[in-house]
Antibody
Framework: DVELWESGGGLVQPGGSLRLSCVASPFTFSSSAMSWVRQTPGKGLEWVAS????????KHADFVKGRFNISRDNSKNTLYLQMNSLRAEDSAIYYC????????????WGKGTTVTVSS | EIVMTQSPATLSVSPGERATLSCRASQSVSSNLAWYQQKPGQAPRLLIYRASTRATGVPARFSGSGYGTEFALTISSLQSEDFAVYYCQQYSNWPLYTFGQGTKLEIK
């Protein structure tokens, strides 16, 4: 079975940075677009960013544009989310998810990593 | 942005009974609609995609229906493991995904 494992979450001060990683178990990683989705108790599930299989197309939600950057290294089966200028409202569980490669729903999710932005 | 609205926010149903959860899109998403189940402390799990296709391993008591702006998830005979939060998601304009706010299915 395909599995995704996130890491890199933690406690950071407002204005700080974190880099999240998501490692995928062996599958044709480059054939799937990958996404980051976050979840807070107050706002439910929110799409954060997605990147195409080749990495050539990346999109970010407006509320993270200019602060977060999604990237991937297909040689390492790894997805990244560089998070800069963090705010308290970015505190959430961050999940990575993949699509099946032939459609755009999210068929496999990681267990999530928690980001807390607080002084 | 396509807004997804789920109703009700909470649904109380007895085990063995049928539950129907609704999801409405602010504009047509064709059949580009997925349903996810989330239990406490766990990640979301895909149940339904393309509005009505069950994902691998999902029991037949789960069914999805709808097209365009109106969708439903029906669980025909609730089992104890089905009490969870359910989210709908549209994926009609990759990657501008949007999710509904969720319906909590609780034991009556």
């Amino acid at each position: 079975d395909v599995e995704l494992w996130e890491s890199g979450g933690g406690l950071v001060q407002p204005g700080g940075s974190l880099r999240l990683s998501c490692v995928a178990s062996p599958f044709t990683f480059s054939s799937s677009a990958m996404s980051w989705v976050r979840q807070t108790p107050g706002k439910g599930l929110e799409w954060v960013a997605s990147i195409s299989g080749t990495g050539g197309t990346a999109k970010h939600a407006d509320f993270v544009k200019g602060r977060f950057n999604i990237s991937r290294d297909n040689s390492k089966n790894t997805l990244y989310l560089q998070m800069n200028s963090l705010r308290a409202e970015d505190s959430a569980i961050y999940y990575c998810a993949k699509d099946p490669g032939w459609d755009y729903y999210m068929d496999v999710w990681g267990k999530g990593t928690t980001v807390t932005v607080s002084s | 942005e396509i807004v997804m609205t789920q109703s009700p926010a909470t649904l109380s149903v007895s085990p063995g009974e049928r539950a129907t959860l609704s999801c409405r899109a602010s504009q047509s998403v064709s059949s580009n609609l997925a349903w996810y189940q989330q239990k406490p402390g766990q990640a979301p799990r895909l149940l339904i995609y393309r509005a009505s296709t069950r994902a691998t391993g999902v029991p037949a008591r789960f069914s999805g229906s709808g097209y365009g702006t109106e969708f439903a998830l029906t669980i025909s005979s609730l089992q104890s493991e089905d009490f969870a939060v359910y989210y709908c998601q549209q994926y009609s304009n990759w990657p501008l995904y949007t999710f509904g706010q969720g319906t909590k299915l609780e034991i009556k």
